[in-house]
Nanobody, 119 residues
Framework: QVQLVESGGGLVQAGGSLRLSCAAS????????MGWYRQAPGKQRELVAG???????NYADSVKGRFTISRDFAQNTVYLQMNSLKAEDTAVYYC?????????????WGRGTLVTVSS
């Protein structure tokens, strides 16, 4: 089993910054990709940023140049540095981890952390 615990959400003014953290515990050796998703009220959950392998990253167009995802393998933690925040970044942010193949495939979600950006 893999467990994810997010932290770092909160209220920030537009233009400000926040850093989200997601700590993985349990059977983390199977994890080869982690990411951050978000879901705003009335909208579908969407990918914000992902990191796989030794550091291949991808970002939603809406956050490119403002958000940075990184991973600390030793601490089994993934971070999302969010700069130049906008009101439209307001959402619940969820951490995702997945890996393994076949019967060993695992995909886990955190409970989410709320980010509110005031304009």
């Amino acid at each position: 089993q893999v467990q994810l615990v997010e932290s770092g959400g909160g209220l920030v003014q537009a233009g400000g910054s926040l850093r989200l953290s997601c700590a993985a515990s349990g059977s983390t050796s199977r994890i080869n990709a982690m990411g951050w998703y978000r879901q705003a009220p009335g909208k579908q959950r969407e990918l914000v940023a992902g990191i796989a392998g030794v550091g291949k990253t991808n970002y939603a167009d809406s956050v490119k140049g403002r958000f940075t995802i990184s991973r600390d393998f030793a601490q089994n933690t993934v971070y999302l540095q969010m700069n130049s925040l906008k009101a439209e970044d307001t959402a619940v942010y969820y951490c995702n981890a997945r890996g393994g193949v076949g019967d060993g495939y695992v995909e886990v979600w955190g409970r989410g952390t709320l980010v509110t950006v005031s304009s």
